[in-house]
């Protein structure tokens, strides 16, 4: 009897705690409330299991490491074609850039903040179809590197299989 007290006791301080922290209005605890999607989440779902995204982050269009970067890149329409490729340039306090392309509608700063970059900071990374980084650094990544990297994942080995190549 003294067990069964307590535990009432326990459940009815703890339920008016939970009235108290929820402005009085009692939620149903197996309701699933859906998030807010960002640009950064509707953009990345957009492209899951359909393409694999590098997201090229630097603090300015001048800096020498995006100039890089971009060079490394340069020419190998076909093979990020065939590897299902899109390349997102983030560059600080200006819109987002899809293979080439500006999408005023999308700001950088969600994007730092999504994928812990500093604005400050030149950082490449590989997202592959499954939502996953695979590769995360701080210095331009040639394509060969990028191309082995992806060439060796199995969903890519099953996709050249597919494919006949």
Avoid: C
């Amino acid at each position: 009897m003294i067990i069964i007290m307590k535990s009432l006791i326990l459940l009815s301080t703890l339920l008016s705690t939970l009235l108290l922290l929820g402005g009085g209005q009692v939620s149903e605890p197996m309701a699933v409330r859906e998030k807010e999607m960002t640009g950064v989440d509707s953009l990345m779902e957009d492209y899951q299991w359909e393409n694999r995204v590098v997201l090229v982050f630097a603090p300015d269009s001048d800096d020498a490491l995006l100039t890089e970067q971009i060079a490394n890149f340069s020419g190998m329409g076909a093979g990020f074609s065939s590897r299902d490729l899109i390349v997102v340039k983030i560059v600080s306090e200006e819109a987002i850039s899809l293979n080439g392309k500006v999408d005023t509608n999308l700001a950088s700063q969600p994007f730092y903040e999504h994928f812990s970059v500093q604005k400050a900071d030149f950082t490449v990374m590989l997202v592959g179809k499954d939502g996953t980084i695979k590769l995360r650094q701080n210095q331009p990544v040639t394509s060969q590197r990028l191309f082995s990297v992806i060439d060796a994942m199995p969903m890519r080995q099953r996709e050249m299989r597919e494919r006949g190549r």
